[in-house]
């Protein structure tokens, strides 16, 4: 009876959702592929775009190293949004969208390892449309350089019992998806909406002698080779880390000495001259030509206001203290505007600044927050380097471009680098600006040789002074700072504090410059939104390189 019971209650659900009318007229189904594979989550070797997409694409086995491009097309019989619309009829449709989204299970061997409900902001589809699409590919690893939620997840996946699961050997993994809504912290989990599985060939790659020697310094470095002693087992053993994958994505470690090179090593496809993206370390070259600036008297100094360079009633949200924001408080991640990228619900998160046509505009026109004053609280905000930005290009003769090459990169033997642009094709002072470790490294040393290069005084002692200082202390760290634009911390070596100010980018990328030791470090990686990206920069530092060098 009691069985019968629960046949007959799941029929009615079965009825009940079968009636909810769809919120959205979809794409249907896309071809014949599609039409005998409803539910089902197929694996491919790549992007094999829609069109092109045969049976006899689908893996049933695939060796899966770190370098590989497994992908999953999944085949659905309705859209996401209409998926989410029967599991929550009566929440209006933007609603849905900002409360529920698809539910991910790992299997490996038939044993569960892993279950993810993935944010509501991820998309999908051609244009990502949640409302129309039947189908969709996303990666689960690539080596085309694509930055999507699902390698996120895979890593995730592969951080909570993956890894272990999936040792040397074949293994069957499973994937399960099912729509969810997550309301008032309840979440409501709706029936398998597809399914599907790959075998999966593990083999572990045998290192080579060669990929853990500490490699060699090629001529034409453009430094001057250290002679001083390190311990090379250290280094050995940090080539090993990054060749078993230990430590992932790294590409380049750079450490100067006493003004001489040390260090030159390169990974995973990098070599001497690739243009490495450091993303936000490139938000410390502004501060850099904000002080170049104000030498030359462009700026008046860095307690210029903003109303001295804006019309700023002429933006909305409007109010006398946008007029007070000075150029320091950008510099220091001070200012009151109602902006934090840590916070995804900011009106300023850089995420909605992106998709606008004019960024300063985006920026100008955002609210103040009540909470905050003037230079009173650290809280990252990319949209005020871009401000930092547009002020410097607009009261320099020539534009910022030009300036920042003559003044800085040519001065420093920098000749090959590459700038992204705002909408307005003024360079991105925010990051992604691209160069060689080596440049990278003269960069970092400029600040370590208080400014200067070459004997000429090329900036000036006080801005570097003023740029290498706790300006401001950084909210939930300990004992961690801020200057202009350049961050701030301390490695602790046999019982020793040893200071650094650094430039820091996503995924783990660090220009490092010691204050009490004769030392800069460069680390360039691509652990791009990898919760392990800069955890692993300090391990490289604090259980490697300090040690093969103080010993």
Known sequence: M??????????????????????YVTEGIINELHRFNIGKVTFMEGNIPLDKYKKSDFLKSYALS????????????????????RLAPALPAEELMKKGNLQFSFYVDDTFIYKENIHHGCNFGSGGNKNTSTTFRVPFTSTKGEDWWAMYMWDRFKANGGENALSDGMHRLRIEIRPYINNNNTITTGELIAQGGVELIIKTSKITAKEIAVQPINPGSGWEVSELPYDK???????????????????????IRDGKLMLEEYFNDAGRNTLHDTRSAGKSFTSTLMGLAITDGYIKNEKQTLDTFYDLKQFANYEARKDSVKVADLLMMSSAFAG?????????????????????????????????????????????????????????????EK???????????????????????????????????????????????????NAKQ??????????????????????????????NKTYSYKGKNHEVFYCAGNGGNEFIIFKD????????????????GHPQADRIVGEYLLPAVLN
Do not use: C
């Open 340 to 400: 934090s990228d840590s916070n995804n619900d900011s009106p300023g998160n850089e995420e909605n600044m992106y998709p606008t046509d004019n960024w300063v505009k985006f920026t100008l026109d955002l609210p103040m927050d009540p909470a905050k004053t003037n230079g009173g609280q650290w809280d990252y905000f990319t949209a005020g380097v871009v401000v930092l930005g547009d002020i410097l290009n607009k009261t320099i003769p020539g534009g910022l």
């Open 233 to 255: 087992k250290k280094i050995e053993a940090l080539n090993l880390d990054i060749a078993n994958y230990t430590l992932k994505e790294i590409t380049s470690i750079i450490v």
């Open 458 to 487: 090329l900036l000036s002692s006080d801005w570097v002074q003023k740029t290498l200082t706790m300006q401001i202390q950084i909210p939930g760290r300990d004992n961690q700072f801020y200057g202009y634009l350049f961050w």
């Open 66 to 85: 770190q370098k590989s491009d497994l992908n999953i097309r999944v085949f659905m019989d309705n859209s996401v949004a209409n998926y989410l619309h």
């Open 517 to 532: 030791l004769p030392l800069v470090v460069i680390i360039t990686s691509k652990a791009y939104n990898k919760p392990y």
């Open 2 to 23: 009691k069985r019968m019971l629960l046949l007959l209650t799941g029929l009615f659900s079965i009825i009940a959702s079968a009636q909810i009318k769809d919120l």
């Open 403 to 453: 300036y920042a090459d003559e003044k800085l990169f040519k001065p420093l033997g920098i000749t090959k680098y590459q700038w992204q642009y705002t909408p307005q094709h003024v360079v991105n002072t925010a990051g992604s600006l691209q160069m060689r470790s080596l440049d990278y490294a003269k960069y970092a040393q400029l600040y370590k040789n208080n400014g200067i290069w």
